[in-house]
């Protein structure tokens, strides 16, 4: 049996980072300090802050707060703490309090000024409190939200959180897939490693152990499963897979149930019978990763049964990657168009999400206005389809007011033509066209929508006030200032100065890994944001943060498309000199290596390098 230190379980650890088995990482020497440093839920916590560097003058504070708890599918609107201003006492530290709610297992904070524009968030490690336990040491799930919190910021903080929650609860057995992969992102590690062969043989034992004592949760057969999966050990994936479709609860055995439903109803036709089964079935179905909601709703939505459709809907709902598509369906019944009108614009709302920790109120207003265009689209087009048009375009034309996107000019432009002001219409697509991002063919094409010839003076005066009107907005983001030396490595081990890589032109420097996931969905349009650097006489340069060179970054290269050149911090010298400490971040440098916008969306940079290359800004010939 395991060991929970200095076994075989320890011997894992030996391969990776060191940790000690002393119940938590010792405190980095910060200006900020917890009393209790090892709570219980419910504590009340007293804070103690020494103000270091642009904080230092300020005569109050503000300590931001996040907590997490054993579920980790609580939102984050969910779970803020509410703590008092911080006040500077007699001796000039800060002081505050606050209780920890007692479904906390983990808080993660950082200290800012009261605007949200000064922030000191530990060097990008945040100030965070693992949650005890009685017998003093840190909760399993402390560690796992702790993981959780760092797996876009930093994976190898993330790694070792994770690693630590397995040495001290080995039996934790939902936890072991989890590290594999996340050794696989942070470390490379591959078949042929002896780390995999470790994992190898911890799998054998904890399934030749699991497999006779019986009475698992659901979590921890799926656990089981996934871990046999990734060892590819292929007699206990098949053991573990068929014990998780027995089990009621786990996904396979949700999914298993959905589709047998649907047979049914198919071979004997009886909808009300197969909605019934859902119902049954739900609550042990609820939260699996699988279909089983979608299947009711959209058998309720055939079947017009308004009473059982409104159930679904509302259990549907708070999935947002559901995006709009739920309300469009709605729609299509008159009698719950209204209800389907009313969700959209919730879901349109609410999408502005919480201010994640380390970010300031300025960059996160940036971003949001950025998530933001496109869902407004959608949103748009569903308002003039099934509301009110006068509404769409009201909400669209105060978008264009306060930023530049080519999606809400394309929208702008689509609804004036719907309503018939084709003047309007062509302002608007005249503002899209101007973008360097837009090709010649296009901007043509745009211009002649309008009844306008691509070549008259009327289109490109009407070019003109839209390359004005979105360099306003544009310029309104410009800074200025030199970001420290930095090196970084190539592909073959060869040491190059950043400076000496982002002169002579323009420069997009991005940074990002492959652990994370936001990252590598924007690769294609990183892609495609580099063919239009090359028209516009600048370069794209990308930085993989602690994501080290080899095969199967190569392999991950040709398999994602990657054309653009791809360097690697590997000692955080180039993360540091340009002060990030979150992925995926984008900076805009001139051609003398100044920064001259940063933290940019990706949809912004061709107008930013339009300002950095004036000659560059109209639609290429």
Partial sequence: MMTRCGGKVAALFAVGTALSCSGESAPGETGLR?????????????????????LAADSELVLRGTYGTADSDVRLEERLLTIPRMTRGSGGAFTTRFTLP????????????ATGERLDANGGRLFDLLVHGPDDRPLYHAFRRRADEFEDRNVHTSLEALRRAMELYPDSLDGWSELRSLERSALGSTTGDSLFAWHQENFAGLHQRFRVEGDLSPSAIEGLASYAAAVRDEEGAAHW??????????????????????DRLEADGDTAAALADFERHWPDARGTATPFEPFAFELALDARDLVVLDRWIERLFPYRILGLALPRMIAVI?????????????????????RPLGRTAEEHAQSVAAERAPLLKDY???????????????????????????????????????????????RAYAALASDPSVSRERADSLAMLVGHDPDSPEWRALLEAGTG????????????WTPGEAWVTDAGGNRHSLADLTAGKPTVLIFWARWCPPCVQKIPDVVRLQETMDRLGAQVLSIAWRDPPGASMEAFMEERGITYPVYYDLDDAATSAFGVYAIQANFVLDAEGRVRFERSELVDVPRQVGVLRPESVEPDA
């Avoid at 007692?102 to 000024?113: C, S, T, W």
């Fill in 380 to 426: 748009a087009r569903f308002l003039n389809e099934y509301a009110s048009p006068a509404e769409a375009l009201e909400i669209v034309e105060e978008a264009t007011t306060r930023s530049a996107s080519p999606d809400l000019f394309e929208i702008l432009g689509e609804l004036k033509l719907n309503a018939g002001d084709v003047e309007g219409a062509a």
């Fill in 241 to 262: 897979e068929a014990a998780a479709e027995r089990t009621v609860g786990t996904d396979a055995w949700a999914m298993d149930i959905g589709w047998s439903i649907l």
């Fill in 334 to 354: 008159p009698e719950r168009r209204a209800r389907a009108v009313e969700l959209a614009k919730v879901r349109y709302e609410f999408h502005d999400p919480v």
């Fill in 34 to 54: 917890f009393s209790p440093d090892r709570p219980l839920a419910g504590d009340e916590v007293t804070v103690s802050y020494a103000p270091l560097g642009t």
């Fill in 102 to 113: 007692e479904a906390a297992v983990y808080a993660a904070f950082v200290v800012e000024d």
């Fill in 469 to 480: 009107q979105a360099l306003r907005h544009v310029l309104s983001a410009a800074v200025e």
